[in-house]
């Protein structure tokens, strides 16, 4: 199906699968084949990154997207929001930016004598957290509970936020200034970490030519709707899990609490998004089970950003402690024993 023919079937309920409707393998190719190429229509040269947004984005995650400035963080996050017919927010985090601004507040009605809880910016679908860690730790905290549990609670009440919920954040290197670093406990409620790069220098001058008038995130339509994206989580999460492939992400992970270069190694939730990840990139690849080659694949967007390096492994590194990071988890993941048999069966 062409993102054409994918658009028209959102436009027409008939064509779209209930919220249950199971999806066949070339059914869900199709439709994350539309969303791929609308967001590879405005990312020259990124398949890496827009794959993993994609996978973010059926495994019902949240992903974080670091980098420099003016690398496509936001017209990643952008795209992706409107490649899919669901309510989008996007919010711009300042230092001056309250809790409030992001989950809501409680104002007191005088003709009701009663309060009104008035919805925030996190009362979306998709939420894009644009440069997240410029804005003060409280606020950031206010998507804790967002992140993890999809509510808001406030004066005793408990407010369910719509599904699928998603947050797509951006944020600048924190060694630049006017930056809050995220802490360890909000890190690791994003599903994966993606950086951009700098784009090579065929796509950077494609990118002047194609630019010059007019932003491509202009001509972008939804390709798939609420209730299509919604078939296509619940055919993701079908996806079969065998015993071995369990014990072994369970092998890599407690790997990473043992190591010597980690100070703190990733959380029982990284192991579950990471198999909810490599369901997703199985799916993707046209497989109703997940191999090894799955799990590989996304040990070190999924894992890296939950691990704090120890100084002297960060030191000794010379892209500092994400690289040093990066560099270890390929060699656990080089090092844990693969499960021999790769089918279904294993």
Do not use: W
């Amino acid at each position: 199906m062409t993102p054409e023919s994918t658009a028209s079937a959102v436009s027409d309920p008939q064509n779209a699968p209930g919220s249950n409707a199971p999806l066949t393998l070339a059914e869900f190719d199709e439709f994350a084949g539309a969303i791929m190429a609308n967001l590879e229509s405005v990312i020259d040269g990124k398949t890496e990154a827009a794959t993993l947004a994609l996978i973010v984005l059926v495994a019902e995650g949240h992903l974080l997207v670091e980098d420099v400035p003016g690398v496509g963080k936001t017209t990643l996050a952008k795209a992706l929001a409107t490649s899919v017919g669901c309510s989008v927010a996007r919010i711009q985090f300042t230092p001056d930016l309250l809790p409030s601004d992001v989950t809501g507040v409680s104002i007191y009605n005088q003709v009701d004598h009663a309060f009104e809880f008035k919805r925030g910016a996190v009362f979306a679908n998709i939420v894009i957290a644009d440069e997240i860690n410029r804005a003060s730790p409280k606020t950031q905290s206010a998507l804790l509970e967002c992140m993890e549990e999809g509510q808001v609670s406030l004066d005793g009440t408990t407010h369910p936020l719509d599904r699928p919920f998603i947050v797509v954040a951006t944020q600048n290197p924190i060694e630049m200034e006017g930056t809050y670093a995220l802490p360890e406990a909000q890190r690791d409620r994003f599903m994966a970490r993606i950086s951009m790069g700098y784009p090579d220098a065929a796509a950077e001058l494609s990118m002047l030519h194609q630019r010059e008038l007019a932003s491509p995130l202009d001509k972008l339509k939804a390709v798939v709707d609420k209730q299509q994206l919604h078939a296509m989580i619940e055919t993701a999460r079908s996806v079969y899990v065998s015993r071995a492939v369990e014990s072994y992400v369970v092998s890599i992970v407690q790997a990473t609490r043992v190591h010597p270069e980690f100070r703190l190694g990733a959380s029982p939730r990284g192991t579950l998004h990471l198999v909810r990840a490599a369901k997703v990139l199985a799916a993707l690849n046209g497989r109703e089970f997940v191999v090894p080659d799955d799990v590989n694949e996304l040990v070190v967007p999924v894992l890296a950003h939950r691990i704090v390096a120890t100084r002297r492994a960060a030191s000794d590194s010379r892209g500092g402690g994400s690289q040093a990071i990066a560099d270890a988890l390929r060699a656990i993941v080089a090092s844990t024993p693969v499960p021999l048999n790769r089918s279904r069966s294993v």
